[in-house]
Structures are given as C-alpha cells and as structure tokens.
C-alpha cells in the first residue's frame, strides 16, 4: 500500500514537499513514480526514481523545479515541489512498480493559486 501526503494550498511561487509512505512489499525493489491529475485533464507521469541506483526522471513541465528522491529504510519517497505554478495544482499520485506489478495510493491535492 502507497500514502500519498504533503499536499495543501500554496501560492504560485511558493514550494511543497509530498511524501509517500509504503508498506506490504519489498519498497527497496520498486520504481516509484509521482503522477498528477488535473480537473478535466488524463492522469500524467511527474517523476521517476529507480529502485537500483537511484536515477531520476521528470517531465519536462517540471525539470529544475521538482526534485523526488527515497528512503528506502523508511520506506518513503519524497517530491520536492518548488517555484510552484498555477498549473501545478492537481492531485497527486504515488505509484510503486517492478516487472509489471503496480501499486497506486490515494491522491493528496496540490492547489496553486496565482
């Protein structure tokens, strides 16, 4: 199971930290990506932090301003949300993933305003 936490109201500028807390599998051997969904828009990809070595991905609309990284003895990954934008706002996902198998937690809500 995935937690997704951290979210709230900011003002455009301004910076967030989500958290996601895993429990119920191996946390150290999964992938766990960000992903967001907007009112009215398809859920899409943020982030990326690999179980192995660490590596990081974002999308585009995001790079320079998020960064995500994971604790893998407590079990967490982080996303580190600066220089927030209107645009940003959406629900949040955490998703864990490896070799196909997938574990999604509830959303936490991101609202930006401008």
């Known amino acids: 199971q995935l937690q997704a936490s951290g979210g709230g109201l900011v003002q455009a500028g301004g910076s967030l930290r989500l958290s996601c807390a895993a429990s119920?599998?191996?946390?150290?051997?999964?992938?766990i990506g960000w992903f967001r969904q907007a009112p009215g828009k398809e859920r899409e990809g943020v982030s990326c932090?690999?179980?192995?070595?660490?590596?990081?991905y974002y999308a585009d609309s995001v790079k320079g301003r998020f960064a995500t990284s994971r604790d893998n003895a407590r079990k967490r990954v982080y996303l580190q949300m600066n220089s927030l934008k209107p645009e940003d706002t959406a629900v949040y996902y955490c998703?864990?993933?490896?070799?196909?198998?997938?574990?999604w937690g509830q959303g936490t809500k991101v609202t930006v305003s401008s």
């Open positions: 119920g599998f191996t946390f150290g051997d999964y992938a």
């Open positions: 998703n864990a993933e490896r070799s196909g198998i997938y574990y």
């Open positions: 932090i690999k179980s192995r070595d660490g590596s990081t």
